[in-house]
């Protein structure tokens, strides 16, 4: 029978003030303390030891007498007597104060491994801790392979290493949590390593029985030591580590290779992305769930930090990038050094980067004046991609996560507000798109002076292939500054119709078409979009074109679509284009009329990709549908429907003065 009782010495316990005080304090809660016990069973018994445990410092555990026959060390013998009060004879009782309690840490190194602090932790304690750190229960997704080969090596006595690599959050600590569940009792967390070291990773090896020690993120030096202990070892120990570089694996092996382990733990599949996204999400909107799906790009740390936002996600989303960044950052520097960040930082302003143009990588460097040649930065890269952060296809590479990046580059602006302009000036036509793709990313303020520099198109050129990458890099810009680009093309749309009517190229009609529409779904911008569709789509009616902006007009009045221009707005669009005087024009507002009312078609549903957080989405349109002017649109043009399409089958074409 074993009992602790202690009094901590706080402000508030007596012992802080009169240690006599405490010790008498003790004494009146041990009294008859054995005799309560057996008063509790449910089978009274007679225990033969009963085991106290304090953490005040008695003395010595022997009586003695001074010269003047004063009793001495009697500490103990009076909290023996308390405790035997009343109590059956034959109850032996043992009491372990400080004094013993430190000797016995002192003499035996396991209690001194685990009662040191945060030394080794169980099963339950880490996973505890892993579950406070993110409050969320996630689920376990996309990771039934990793899962597998994990199992594997656990069960093999021949595996004595195990090393997990992959870059911060991606989930290397949950896989050893799920790999080692069945085997939680004889698992150890550790977080003091260089105690471990120090003391050997035999100390938590007892018998025959065999265990596994846990260690995340130990440093190079660190896991070389730890895996030669577990090899040399005759205990049975199997040693997991997390690390987050591929070059950081043990390299020591003693004898055959099969004895050390590693297997590198890469980002979620888009779907099981989606699936722990839509797991641990509450009350976010489709867009904001698929920013956040660009942004993690599988890695499930940044899912769940941004998940954890909720609907505050738009009012919080750049203290997350800031908080993501900086924990990247600390891990890359403290893990690969200076240098490697200077690397991350030059390849910050592209999605991705060609490495087989020496001419890109040479304007990045000089544009961010790092300070290093591109040999230095080349081999940072190399560095990066071990680490898991770069993710290479062929001869480009990109630096992941994108959130990531984009926080970089953030900084990066911060610090030179004309570095944006500076780079777009030196680089050709495919990386000024990949660089504006970025700055999407990273949602600047509308009246960042970078917008109007990079505004830069001149619609009185007369090439076309030149005008069709002016309006491409508009395109690009759309998704980034789309309130900026549609006040710029509320000035320049005349002057690029003309121009277009000029070359006489459909293509680039097309291509302006697209623009706008991008531009629909902003919340800031969606108004003005609306008037510039329309104005192109009765363009297009009026000189004879053939592309998608009529369709694009059309499907603005489909019902059911959630839209940030107003019904009145489309009402009024529609009456100014029944009153031309051109009958193809008020075709297109009968037709526009038709899929209004075609409510199969209005329930197919669209897609729509997200590039950037940007304002909350437009929602509501069923509330909208009792508006009057919505009740007067509908009555009116359901008529006009039927008409139009009476006539037509009767292959009568309708007059010039034609009007509804």
Avoid at 605 to 634: N, Q
Wanted: some cysteine; hydrophobic content about 45%.
């Amino acid at each position: 029978m074993i009992s602790i009782l202690f009094l901590p010495p706080t402000l508030e316990s007596p012992w802080f003030h009169a240690p006599k005080k405490a010790f008498r304090q003790l004494c009146r809660r041990a009294k008859g303390a054995i005799t309560d016990v057996i008063g509790r069973l449910k089978v009274p018994v007679t225990p033969a030891l009963y085991i106290l445990f304090t953490n005040l410092q008695l003395g010595i555990d022997r009586p003695g007498r001074a010269r003047g026959n004063r009793s001495l060390n009697t500490k103990t013998k009076k909290l023996r007597d308390a405790l035997l009060r009343d109590a059956p004879t034959g109850v032996e009782v043992e009491i372990f104060d400080a004094g013993k309690i430190e000797g016995m840490v002192a003499r035996h190194r396991a209690l001194r491994l685990l009662l040191s602090e945060r030394a080794a932790l169980t099963w339950d304690e880490a996973h505890r801790r892993e579950l406070n750190q993110w409050e969320i229960d996630a689920p376990f997704k996309g990771r039934e392979v990793d899962l597998k080969q994990l199992d594997a090596w656990l069960s093999d006595d021949a595996v004595r290493v195990i090393a997990l690599t992959g870059p911060n959050s991606i989930g290397k600590t949950r896989l050893t949590h799920e790999g080692t569940r069945a085997i939680a009792p004889v698992t150890f967390f550790i977080d003091n390593v260089s105690g471990l070291i120090s003391d050997g990773i035999e100390t938590l090896a007892t018998g025959q029985r065999s265990i596994v020690v846990v260690v995340e993120d130990p440093s190079k030096e660190h896991a070389e030591q730890l895996a030669r202990q577990a090899l040399g070892s005759n205990q049975h120990i199997k040693l997991v580590m997390t690390i987050p570089s591929q070059r950081e694996i043990p390299a020591t092996v003693f004898g055959d290779r099969a004895r050390v382990k590693s297997r590198h733990i890469g980002p979620l599949s888009s779907e099981n992305a989606r699936q722990l996204l839509d797991a641990t999400a509450q009350n976010i909107d489709s867009r904001a769930r698929d920013w956040i799906l660009l942004q993690a790009a599988g890695n499930p740390g940044v899912i769940l930090a941004a998940a954890r936002e909720g609907k505050n996600l738009r009012q919080s989303a750049d203290d997350l990038r800031e908080r993501l960044t900086l924990s990247f950052q600390h891990r890359i520097e403290a893990r690969l050094g200076p240098n490697a960040l200077k690397a991350a930082l030059i390849l910050s302003p592209l999605v991705y980067v060609r490495l087989d143009k020496p001419v890109e990588l040479a304007v990045l460097i000089e544009a961010i004046e790092c300070g290093e040649n591109e040999t230095v930065i080349r081999r940072e890269i190399a560095e990066l991609e071990s680490f898991g952060c770069i993710r290479r296809r062929g001869e480009t590479v990109s630096l992941v996560p994108p959130i990531f990046a984009a926080g970089l580059l953030r900084q990066l602006i911060g610090e030179n507000e004309h570095l944006p302009v500076r780079l777009f000036e030196k680089l050709d036509h495919a990386a000024r798109k990949r660089l504006i793709e970025r700055l999407v990313t990273i949602e600047l303020p509308n009246d960042a002076p970078v917008w109007g520099k990079l505004l830069t198109l001149r619609p009185d050129h007369a090439v076309p292939d030149e005008l069709n990458e002016q309006l491409e890099l508009l395109e690009y810009l759309a998704r980034a500054a789309p309130r900026v680009v549609a006040s710029f093309l509320e000035r320049e749309l005349n002057n690029l119709l003309q121009n277009i009517e000029a070359l006489g190229d459909n293509r680039v009609l097309g291509r302006l078409g697209r623009i706008i529409a991008e531009l629909l779904d902003e919340a800031d911008a969606g108004f003005v979009s609306f008037d510039l569709l329309t104005h192109l789509a009765v363009y297009e009616m009026l000189h004879g074109k053939q592309s998608s902006v009529s369709t694009w007009f059309r499907e603005c009045f489909v019902f059911w679509y959630p839209r940030p221009f107003s019904y009145a707005q489309r009402e009024a669009a529609i009456e100014k284009l029944l009153s031309s005087e051109s009958l193809d024009v008020r075709l297109l507002a009968v037709s526009a009329i038709v899929t209004a009312t075609d409510i199969p078609r209005a329930l197919s549903g669209r897609a729509v990709e997200a590039r950037r957080l940007g304002s909350e989405p437009i929602f509501g349109t069923m509330l909208e549908r009792a508006r009057p002017e919505l009740r007067r649109i509908h009555e009116a043009h359901q008529a006009a429907c039927a008409v139009c399409i009476l006539r037509w089958h009767e292959n009568f074409f309708l007059p010039s003065a034609f009007r509804i």
